[in-house]
């Protein structure tokens, strides 16, 4: 199951150019599944990072506009664009002249994999 | 702000035949989408767009045209802007 999963998602990074990882966490940045090329920055996916994004998304919900969705971060060699799907965190890292539209777009596609990983944090 | 691109996109929209419009930007969000258009395309409108201007790289941004039975999507790049319209045939 864990190896056909990891393969559709080395498909979709391979048919986006420029995106670089796809990384699916639990709220605390633990990572539960990866798929990557070897240009990803290391401190990109360690957990202090990815868990800053609940942080982000507490004080995104505080400007009154409902709850965060989605977090775009462009620098500038890479773009992070990270999904909340709580208790899942999906985060795509790319190259900054990547298609930000098209990684937004393949939130529909992940749902499936949302739901397993979802099923699975909920069990442990 | 929008204002000037809501009125041109009512305007392509008052047209016979055209079902949708999209506008997206370099990066592939959506800038506007009025009728059949979803703003959730514009990702790959904008793709489509930068990966067919490299099959002639020293020309002119090509129109593209993606057709079946009965509609047509016209996409076209011109500076930062990506435009794409459906139409029925």
Redesign the interface.
């Known amino acids: 199951m864990a190896e056909e999963i990891k393969k559709h998602l080395q498909d979709i990074l391979n048919k986006?150019?420029g995106l670089q990882c796809i990384l699916f966490t639990d709220r605390d940045g633990v990572p539960l599944l990866k798929v990557n090329t070897e240009k990803v920055p290391e401190s990109v996916v360690k957990p202090s990072f990815i868990s800053t994004f609940c942080l982000a998304i507490d004080q995104g919900s505080k400007l009154g506009l409902g709850r965060t969705s989605n977090l775009i971060c462009i620098y500038s060699q890479h773009q992070i664009v990270q999904m909340n799907k709580l208790p899942i965190i999906i985060t795509f890292v790319a190259s900054e002249?990547c298609?930000?539209?098209?990684?937004?777009?393949l939130e529909?596609q992940l749902d499936s994999v949302v739901g397993v990983l979802t099923s699975t944090v909920a069990e442990t | 702000m929008e204002k000037n691109l809501d009125r041109i996109m009512e305007q392509i929209l008052s047209n016979t035949d055209i079902l949708g419009c999209i506008f997206t930007d370099k990066q592939g969000l959506c800038i506007g989408a009025k009728g059949r258009a979803t703003p959730e395309s514009a990702g790959y409108i904008a793709a489509i767009a930068n990966q067919v201007a490299k099959l002639e790289p020293n020309k002119e941004t090509p129109i593209i045209t993606l057709e079946n039975d009965n509609q047509k999507c016209i996409i076209q790049n011109i500076g930062p802007i990506t435009g794409a319209i459906y139409k029925n045939i």
């Open positions: 986006i150019d002249n298609n930000t539209g098209q990684i937004l777009a529909k």
